[in-house]
């Protein structure tokens, strides 16, 4: 029987990729990850088809930490310079990239009007914290300092990111905050964020399994992203743990059956306390990851006209 609580077109959309998934081998939750990546990949990949066309979308690879980190950049078709979205893709820290991702930048592009840049960082357990940090701290400084050359305006960027993207963002926008000369920043969008490793959040026990993500699944991520204890309670892997005054404004959207939906609304909660402009929109009856869902669920589509409005906002 259907969970009622469940958004007609996000059942559906479950239905089709569990579906699609017992088609394919089951993915394992081992090492070496090449196979199980590959499985992710193949199943998520044919959800980034469709969408707007860009008048250039193409990769730049940028130097970090010893390795050239690709970037996919989407450009409208609008007289420049544009201002950017930094976009950092979820997937727990080891899966996903910026090809399962693309339309989903493609259509923050569209409505915002803007550039995304979304860096392929590296994918832990191989690269543990805070490599995959530092690499998103390359490129934003990349496109600070020559993004002009190519079109953007470095003087207009908001970093954005889903699940373990929303975790790298915020965590990036702290880690920048504390540092000198931080490039300035327009804004945080935030979607279903991981913000806190303690799992202490209880009250949404009824969705701890079920629904995708699961507690045991993102006890895992911890594990591979943040192995070590003192890591995890770092404020730049647990952004609920740091002071958090002094972040440029953030929108926070929330899926109603996650996991993390009420350490997304703590998360919330502290920003405001800490004088933090927040908006914040939660949507019934999603799960997480339900931005993956473009083409087929009416609220992914939603979350992007609102993402692209209140962007549109910090941009002007």
Known sequence: MADPRLDPEMAAFN??????AAALPPVR?????????????????????GGPVMAES????????GRRVQCRVHRPDLPGPLPVLLYLHGGGWVWNSIDTHDRLMREYAATAGCIVVGPDYALSPEAVFPQALEECEAVLRWVAAGGAAWGADPGRIVI???SAGANLAAGLALWLRDGPTPPPLRGLLLNYGVFDSA??????RQVATGYGLTRERMAF???AYAPRAVDRASPFTTPLRAGLAGLPPCLLHVAELDVLASENHVMAAQLRAAGVVVETRLFPGTVHGFLRALGHVGQAHAAVEAAGTWLRARFA
């Not at 081992?30 to 590959?38: L, T, W, Y």
């Not at 193409?58 to 930490?65: E, I, M, N, Y």
């Not at 799992?199 to 949404?204: N, S």
């Open 58 to 65: 193409g990769d730049r690879w940028v130097p970090a930490r």
């Open 199 to 204: 799992a202490r959040h209880a009250e949404l």
């Open 221 to 223: 991520y911890w594990q």
């Open 15 to 20: 239905a089709m990729m569990e579906a699609r």
């Open 29 to 49: 939750l081992q090492q070496p990850f090449d196979e199980p990546r590959a499985l992710t990949e193949a199943l998520n990949l044919p959800l980034a088809s």
């Open 160 to 162: 954005g990111g889903d």
